[in-house]
Each structure stands twice: as structure tokens, then as C-alpha cells.
Nanobody, 126 residues
Framework: EVQLQASGGGLVQAGGSLRLSCAVSGFTFDDYAIGWFRQAPGKERERVSCFTSGDGNTYYADSVEGQFTISSDNAKNTVYLEMNSLKPEDTAVYYC???????????????????WGQGTQVTVSS
């Protein structure tokens, strides 16, 4: 059974940093995309970043390009999202998600992922 466990959220002042972690277990796929989404109150779930196995690349939403960095530690089966220069508009519940299949050159949308973590709250105060 595939499970994703997200952690690392919290309360931070504007300009601060946080690192989110997503521990993945039961994972045996060759073709996949794994990454992060976020959902702010009253808004739709937004794709933030992902890593795609098809081309080994990383992708970012325009809103976080240059501010967030996705990385992974394969030995720990963990994906990270390093978030810097945080702004109040980054406040949201952050979810890690895994889509199984060939996602070469693009990240799966919110409805395309097969597995989701439970979400971790990030609150940025002004």
C-alpha cells in the first residue's frame, strides 16, 4: 500500500523559511510524478511543484518559481519542498501527491494524482 506522510508545516513570519517533508512508503513505480499542491481557504487546490521520472526534471508554478525548491532523498524515500522568502499569500494547507504514469515534461493536475498525503498547514504572518 502506497502511503504519503507530509510534515514540516507551521507558523512563520513573512520572509522566513520552512522545509516540508513527504515520506513515501510502499512505492514501486518506474513512471511517476511526485510533488506538492496547496489549497488556501476558499480557493481551489493549486499545483506548486513536482518532479517527473520521465525526464528527470522539476517543475514549478509561476507563483513560486525561484522561491521554492523541490528535492528528494531516495535513500530516505522522502521528497522535500524548501520554501524561502515566504509571504502571507503562501498560507495554505500543503499536500504531497503522487501520480503514476508517464508525466514527461508536465506535472499531473489535482485530479490526476493517484495518492495524497494528509496535508500540513503553513501559515505566514505579516
Amino acid at each position: 500500500e502506497v502511503q504519503l506522510q507530509a510534515s514540516g508545516g507551521g507558523l512563520v513570519q513573512a520572509g522566513g523559511s520552512l522545509r516540508l517533508s513527504c515520506a513515501v512508503s510502499g512505492f514501486t513505480f518506474d513512471d511517476y510524478a511526485i510533488g506538492w499542491f496547496r489549497q488556501a481557504p476558499g480557493k481551489e487546490r493549486e499545483r506548486v511543484s513536482c518532479f517527473t521520472s520521465g525526464d528527470g526534471n522539476t517543475y514549478y508554478a509561476d507563483s513560486v518559481e525561484g522561491q521554492f525548491t523541490i528535492s528528494s532523498d531516495n535513500a530516505k524515500n522522502t521528497v522535500y519542498l524548501e520554501m524561502n522568502s515566504l509571504k502571507p499569500e503562501d498560507t495554505a494547507v500543503y499536500y504531497c501527491a503522487l501520480g503514476v504514469g508517464d508525466y514527461t515534461s508536465h506535472c499531473p493536475g489535482p485530479d490526476e494524482n493517484d495518492y495524497w498525503g494528509q496535508g500540513t498547514q503553513v501559515t505566514v504572518s505579516s
